[in-house]
Nanobody
Framework: QVQLAESGGDSVQAGGSLRLSCRASGDTSSRYCMAWFRQAPGKEREGVAAIDSFGYKSYADSVKGRFTVSQDNAKINLDLQMNNLTPEDTAMYSC????????????????????WGRGTQVTVSS
């Protein structure tokens, strides 16, 4: 079992930056695909970015060039650097993990992931 805990959410103005972190605990001996998802009120959860320990990295089109996903050297903790934030980025951000490489055409599907954190709120005001 793996537990995931997010932090770093806050309220910022448009154009600002935030860095989210996801810390894994429990059985971290395996290698994982880890991803960030977000869900805004009244909308479905959507994949934001994914990374795995095999070198794969991918982003949603809406965040390319603004967000950067990274893992630590142990490949068990996950960060998301978010720059040039807009009100459309307002959402609850959650991290997710699964003990296999990221599916190249499936990483943005919530069904791909076994472990989920509780989320951290990001609010961007105009």
């Amino acid at each position: 079992q793996v537990q995931l805990a997010e932090s770093g959410g806050d309220s910022v103005q448009a154009g600002g930056s935030l860095r989210l972190s996801c810390r894994a605990s429990g059985d971290t001996s395996s290698r994982y695909c880890m991803a960030w998802f977000r869900q805004a009120p009244g909308k479905e959860r959507e994949g934001v970015a994914a990374i795995d320990s095999f070198g794969y990295k991918s982003y949603a089109d809406s965040v390319k060039g603004r967000f950067t996903v990274s893992q630590d050297n142990a490949k068990i903790n996950l960060d998301l650097q978010m720059n040039n934030l807009t009100p459309e980025d307002t959402a609850m951000y959650s991290c997710a993990a699964v003990t296999r490489p990221c599916g190249r055409s499936r990483w943005y599907n919530t069904d791909e992931y076994r472990y989920w954190g509780r989320g951290t709120q990001v609010t961007v005001s105009s």
